[in-house]
């Protein structure tokens, strides 16, 4: 008993264990919810927004005397008749969010650039209910300028998609890119995160939304929740991964997403197509990235590394080497060590 | 006439031992199929080898509990307690037993009787495994099953990663003390006698 006190007591080693674990957890666990709660929050009503933020926009002045009645949910004006000042709600699909078009890929255009100039006047003309508005092609097309986004190749894979061919031309590019706030993020986020909640949103948008699926079709839709159940780790595989990795096929290796949506039944199911060494992920979800950081670097598991993980996806090159030769010294260690035990 | 035979493993140790090695057993195939994992050649099918990897490392972790309050309430647990004094001269003693002595037939240096168990080897690399090695690999397997209580960004990368690493590699640690746990097993009064002992908790001195 005297030798009490120069004894390690191995129970505490493990209390010990506990407590830094948890120490860790409790330091490091906090901002990062942040971003995803400010993106899945709801719209709310907007009634009065101070422009002057948006004001280095080129034509934030100009497209003002369109945004004063459609920036906000309520909109004034004078009847020129009883001359009296009628205040009435706007619709709800025709509110533009100045915060959100202001960041979205055409913050320096012109309402009228896309919409007839015949729109200045109000009441506007009532012909202009039938305007046709443009696709991404018909702007982006051909033109040298956004060669690298391959709007061409999308296109035909989109035209190849579920949602192409079961809707044929009801299915707009602006179904799913919201021509007011849409921003690409594969090639701009600062963490892949970020583009999953983002482009995960975009499909929920309607899969997600009885009245918007219904836009399209009078079935209802399916609930996500209960057809994904054997998914194990279902929120985790929803958090880490956008739904078109398994939900639609890459036909070319020019674009960064694929467009080519598949019907449910040709969706990945086998787990090993992320959770193997050649994983499908580095090839769409991983894409820009691994392009990125391979040419930066020239050691593409980083991105795995530093970003995300996937079992069976992340193997370090060199701890396995080194796993493979300890468990080849022990086997020959073991072997040895027998053959001189035997022979003794 | 032999040496009186040592009552040394109790009932619930043993049964904590065997199950323990069962658990492992599963727990070491699966792990190893999802690692390797590769869509041409399944070794156990991935979701199914998710399945029984978390299922066994649930159970693991409860048998462990056993084995730590087992040695908090019984006298097992002094085996595992180590004395700093001179430890380092008698690790040695002992390896040099292993890598020399047993060849020219000379007598282990630490017999094992009723108050001590374990030679200062084993006393060394049991309390490395059961008591910093196995905790870490079921916190990190429960982490890595409930990923909500990871930090997403640890040192500049992923939690999630980070946690892997740890748990892989303390995998790969623990299977090796396996290899070579069984092995020395074999080094008994006969090359099965330590493999009894573990059945009927009866050591038989050599």
Same mark, same amino acid.
Not at chain 1, 145 to 165: G, M
Not at chain 2, 165 to 183: A, C, D
């Given at each position: 008993?005297?030798?009490?006190?120069?004894?390690?007591?191995?129970?505490?080693?493990?209390?010990?264990?506990?407590?830094?674990?948890?120490?860790?957890?409790?330091?490091?666990?906090?901002?990062?919810?942040?971003?995803?709660?400010?993106?899945?929050?709801?719209?709310?009503?907007?009634?009065?927004?101070?422009?002057?933020?948006?004001?280095?926009?080129?034509?934030?002045?100009?497209?003002?005397?369109?945004?004063?009645?459609?920036?906000?949910?309520?909109?004034?004006?004078?009847?020129?008749?009883?001359?009296?000042?009628?205040?009435?709600?706007?619709?709800?699909?025709?509110?533009?969010?100045?915060?959100?078009?202001?960041?979205?890929?055409?913050?320096?255009?012109?309402?009228?650039?896309?919409?007839?100039?015949?729109?200045?006047?109000?009441?506007?003309?009532?012909?202009?209910?039938?305007?046709?508005?443009?696709?991404?092609?018909?702007?982006?097309?051909?033109?040298?300028?956004?060669?690298?986004?391959?709007?061409?190749?999308?296109?035909?894979?989109?035209?190849?998609?579920?949602?192409?061919?079961?809707?044929?031309?009801?299915?707009?590019?602006?179904?799913?890119?919201?021509?007011?706030?849409?921003?690409?993020?594969?090639?701009?986020?600062?963490?892949?995160?970020?583009?999953?909640?983002?482009?995960?949103?975009?499909?929920?948008?309607?899969?997600?939304?009885?009245?918007? *699926?219904?836009?399209?079709?009078?079935?209802?839709?399916?609930?996500?929740?209960?057809?994904?159940?054997?998914?194990?780790?279902?929120?985790?595989?929803?958090?880490?991964?956008?739904?078109?990795?398994?939900?639609?096929?890459?036909?070319?290796?020019?674009?960064?997403?694929?467009?080519?949506?598949?019907?449910?039944?040709?969706?990945?199911?086998?787990?090993?197509?992320?959770?193997?060494?050649?994983?499908?992920?580095?090839?769409?979800?991983?894409?820009?990235?691994?392009?990125?950081?391979?040419?930066?670097?020239?050691?593409?598991?980083?991105?795995?590394?530093?970003?995300?993980?996937?079992?069976?996806?992340?193997?370090?090159?060199?701890?396995?080497?080194?796993?493979?030769?300890?468990?080849?010294?022990?086997?020959?260690?073991?072997?040895?060590?027998?053959?001189?035990?035997?022979?003794? | 006439?032999?040496?009186?035979?040592?009552?040394?493993?109790?009932?619930?140790?043993?049964?904590?031992?065997?199950?323990?090695?069962?658990?492992?057993?599963?727990?070491?195939?699966?792990?190893?199929?999802?690692?390797?994992?590769?869509?041409?050649?399944?070794?156990?099918?991935?979701?199914?080898?998710?399945?029984?990897?978390?299922?066994?490392?649930?159970?693991?972790?409860?048998?462990?509990?056993?084995?730590?309050?087992?040695?908090?309430?019984?006298?097992?647990?002094?085996?595992?307690?180590?004395?700093?004094?001179?430890?380092?001269?008698?690790?040695?003693?002992?390896?040099?037993?292993?890598?020399?002595?047993?060849?020219?037939?000379?007598?282990?240096?630490?017999?094992?009787?009723?108050?001590?168990?374990?030679?200062?080897?084993?006393?060394?690399?049991?309390?490395?495994?059961? *008591?910093?090695?196995?905790?870490?690999?079921?916190?990190?397997?429960?982490?890595?099953?409930?990923?909500?209580?990871?930090?997403?960004?640890?040192?500049?990368?992923?939690?999630?990663?980070?946690?892997?690493?740890?748990?892989?590699?303390?995998?790969?640690?623990?299977?090796?003390?396996?290899?070579?746990?069984?092995?020395?097993?074999?080094?008994?009064?006969?090359?099965?006698?330590?493999?009894?002992?573990?059945?009927?908790?009866?050591?038989?001195?050599?």
């Amino acid at each position: 008993m005297d030798t009490f006190k120069s004894k390690l007591r191995p129970s505490w080693v493990v209390v010990a264990i506990l407590i830094i674990t948890i120490f860790i957890i409790v330091l490091t666990r906090s901002s990062e919810t942040v971003i995803e709660e400010k993106l899945q929050e709801p719209v709310k009503s907007i009634v009065k927004t101070d422009t002057s933020s948006f004001s280095k926009h080129k034509n934030a002045a100009e497209n003002e005397n369109c945004l004063k009645c459609h920036g906000q949910s309520k909109y004034t004006y004078e009847n020129a008749e009883s001359g009296k000042s009628i205040t009435k709600l706007m619709y709800a699909e025709l509110i533009i969010d100045r915060a959100l078009f202001y960041e979205s890929n055409h913050r320096e255009f012109k309402c009228t650039d896309c919409h007839s100039e015949d729109y200045v006047t109000f009441p506007h003309p009532g012909n202009l209910r039938m305007e046709t508005k443009a696709n991404c092609i018909d702007c982006h097309g051909g033109d040298e300028q956004y060669a690298k986004f391959h709007f061409e190749n999308i296109d035909t894979e989109f035209q190849e998609s579920v949602h192409s061919a079961k809707h044929s031309e009801d299915f707009t590019c602006w179904m799913c890119h919201n021509a007011h706030t849409y921003k690409i993020t594969a090639r701009t986020s600062e963490n892949i995160k970020q583009t999953i909640t983002y482009d995960n949103a975009i499909c929920l948008e309607c899969h997600g939304n009885l009245t918007k *699926y219904q836009l399209l079709t009078d079935k209802q839709n399916p609930n996500l929740i209960v057809k994904h159940e054997w998914l194990p780790n279902q929120v985790l595989h929803f958090q880490s991964v956008r739904c078109i990795e398994c939900h639609t096929k890459k036909m070319d290796d020019s674009t960064l997403v694929a467009h080519n949506i598949l019907p449910k039944t040709k969706a990945v199911k086998n787990c090993t197509e992320c959770h193997s060494s050649n994983s499908i992920l580095m090839a769409a979800l991983y894409k820009y990235q691994v392009k990125e950081v391979r040419s930066a670097r020239g050691f593409f598991s980083s991105i795995f590394a530093s970003e995300s993980y996937a079992i069976g996806a992340n193997r370090n090159f060199y701890l396995n080497m080194i796993s493979i030769v300890i468990f080849g010294f022990v086997i020959i260690g073991i072997a040895i060590h027998t053959v001189l035990r035997i022979l003794k | 006439m032999t040496e009186e035979k040592i009552y040394l493993y109790q009932r619930w140790l043993r049964l904590w031992h065997a199950l323990n090695a069962l658990f492992c057993l599963f727990l070491i195939a699966t792990g190893i199929s999802m690692q390797f994992s590769n869509p041409k050649v399944p070794l156990i099918r991935f979701d199914i080898a998710v399945s029984i990897h978390n299922i066994f490392g649930i159970l693991l972790t409860i048998n462990y509990l056993l084995f730590f309050f087992g040695n908090i309430f019984t006298w097992n647990g002094k085996h595992y307690r180590i004395s700093v004094d001179g430890f380092y001269h008698r690790l040695l003693s002992q390896f040099r037993y292993y890598t020399r002595g047993i060849f020219k037939g000379e007598h282990p240096p630490f017999p094992v009787n009723k108050e001590l168990k374990f030679n200062p080897l084993q006393q060394f690399s049991y309390v490395i495994i059961m *008591y910093i090695m196995v905790p870490i690999i079921a916190v990190t397997g429960l982490g890595l099953m409930y990923p909500d209580f990871i930090p997403t960004q640890l040192l500049g990368i992923s939690g999630l990663h980070l946690t892997d690493l740890f748990h892989v590699i303390v995998g790969f640690i623990i299977s090796i003390f396996m290899f070579v746990h069984i092995y020395f097993c074999t080094i008994g009064k006969t090359p099965v006698s330590n493999f009894k002992s573990i059945v009927d908790g009866y050591h038989e001195p050599h």
